[in-house]
């Protein structure tokens, strides 16, 4: 096939098999040998020349599509036997993807450009199960998510986002309780910051005004700074609100949320070149944490010892 390819290029065999290092009768021999292979006429001779048919000009950028494959292939193979490069499938939640690893993501394609990033974004909970399908490599998820191995990253405080002209903004921190009666704004259930009120709520015996459930941050982070509702957000948002204000929320004086880990599924086993990019994302995520205003705030959540 680099055969054909070369001599339809170069315009006969003479010059084809100079480019092949190939003598003329080996490359005659490989273009007569795929002919029929395919059962079809690929060239045909005029004067001294050849030139394709109709049906090798048909074939030859299927041929050219085919070799740049191989060609992909070859060298992909070559990355990955010398361990700088491969394929990640991460998930993790929209505020990490653009707190954390917008950020860390740009480094990375300087220092290891050979390392492919896929990002699957979804709520921490419901990261847990696409890990354990193994539907992604690695997870921004919960702490407390069980059989799961990992390293621990900073921890996510619930927050409630109020204008700044709300009565809540004086507070340093607002009660659970303090909630009740009032609109909420909330992340859909799959998020792990809406499983954490809502357990919250329950065992307090508040129940919740919800005026939005969405699967947006930002829609939610808007729509509380514009005074439409209070927003039920994690800490690690990725830039302070406009004209709001983010409080922890404690339950009798209690912070609500948890650690949070880069996780993996410890019954698949992750490839080697997955070793320096967990080591690198972990410390990148551990030296600036979102959020920080939150943490200095909030009172601290003990940090879990991982099975």
Known sequence: MRA???VSEAGGVGRASVRLNLS??????QIQSLQTELDVLLFERVGRTVRLTAEGEDLLERARRILGDADALIERARVLKGGSGGLIRIGATPPMIEAVLVRFLAGQRRQNPGLQIEIIEDGGASLVSRLRA??????????AASRLAGRLLYPVHVVAVVPNVHPFARNRLIEVAELAGEPLLVLRRGFGSRAWFDRACERADVRADLRLE???HSVVLGLASAGYGIGILPSGL???PRGARAIP???DGCSIG???M???????QLPGYAASFIDDLVRFARSAPPGRAILRAAPAIPAPVLG
Request: hydrophobic share 50%.
């Open 249 to 251: 929320i404690v339950a």
């Open 214 to 216: 969405s699967s947006s």
């Open 24 to 29: 003329q009768p080996a490359v005659t021999r």
């Open 258 to 260: 948890q650690w949070t």
């Open 4 to 6: 054909f390819v070369a």
């Open 238 to 240: 990725p830039r302070a």
């Open 134 to 143: 193994g539907d992604v490599d690695l997870a921004y998820v919960p702490a």
């Open 262 to 268: 880069l996780a993996w599924d410890a019954r698949r």
